[in-house]
């Protein structure tokens, strides 16, 4: 189904995909077994010159975003802005709540890792169901397939070890969770994106016809 307008409709979902996704990745990092290597970057930022995790989300995402606009020779969408600084905040705001918190026994960090990955490609999966605009790191991998020719797995598969590496040596969170989170988030995110595509899709269309209804109804008051 092709999505053409209904952007308040879409820009909803989007939201509400971010919201999951982020909290997923802070589930992740509060796990203490393991972040994503992008979130092992931002978490060593922050421990060698503070600021916040998603402070530094933002700021990787904008000197992301220059590399992937210089690679490409064409200007961002807005839905990547969006993405971009909507994600750095939704991390700042779950962080900020009294009850984020790392468990103190390993069985309730497992726990938490768990759902975080799941919400993670379940938030993933509702968000580009919108399709309102790819995150800046998903902007880079398609600006290196189109120039070096690479398949989109190993241009991912080289940006996650690079990242991976500095952000292991800035002193980020890199356990036995890191490699879990490799091998599991495409498996899960391949059953969830089709899952949420066909809940975002009906969302649609039945906001498309709710609005029809008022549009006649509005009409047939004389409201213009």
Not at 7 to 35: C, K, N
Not at 88 to 117: A, E, H, W
Not at 165 to 187: A, D, H, K, N, R
Request: charged share 10%; glycine share 12%; with cysteine.
């Amino acid at each position: 189904m092709k999505k053409r307008g209904q952007i308040g409709s879409r820009f909803i979902v989007f939201i509400v995909g971010l919201l999951v996704m982020t909290l997923g990745v802070v589930l992740l990092i509060l796990a203490d077994l393991g972040a994503t290597p992008w979130d092992v970057l931002h978490v060593g930022l922050y421990y060698q010159f503070g600021l916040t995790i998603g402070s530094w989300s933002i700021i990787i995402g904008f000197a992301i975003l220059a590399l992937s606009s210089i690679i490409l020779k064409e200007f961002p969408k807005m839905g990547t802005f969006l993405n971009m600084v909507l994600f750095g905040l939704f991390v700042d705001f779950y962080f900020m709540l009294p009850f984020m918190q790392t468990p103190s026994s390993l069985t309730g960090k497992i726990m938490m890792f768990i759902c975080g990955i799941i919400t993670c490609c379940y938030g993933m999966g509702i968000y580009i169901s919108a399709q309102f605009g790819a995150g800046p790191r998903d902007s880079l991998m398609i600006a290196l397939t189109s120039k070096t020719g690479w398949k989109v797995a190993h241009a991912r598969l080289c940006m996650e070890i690079v990242v991976l590496l500095i952000g292991w040596q800035l002193g980020g969170p890199v356990f036995w969770g890191t490699i879990i989170i490799g091998i599991s988030i495409g498996p899960i995110a391949g059953i969830a994106l089709p899952q949420c595509q066909k809940v975002t899709d009906r969302f649609l269309v039945k906001m498309k016809a709710k609005n029809a209804v008022t549009a006649i109804n509005d009409k047939d008051r004389g409201v213009s």
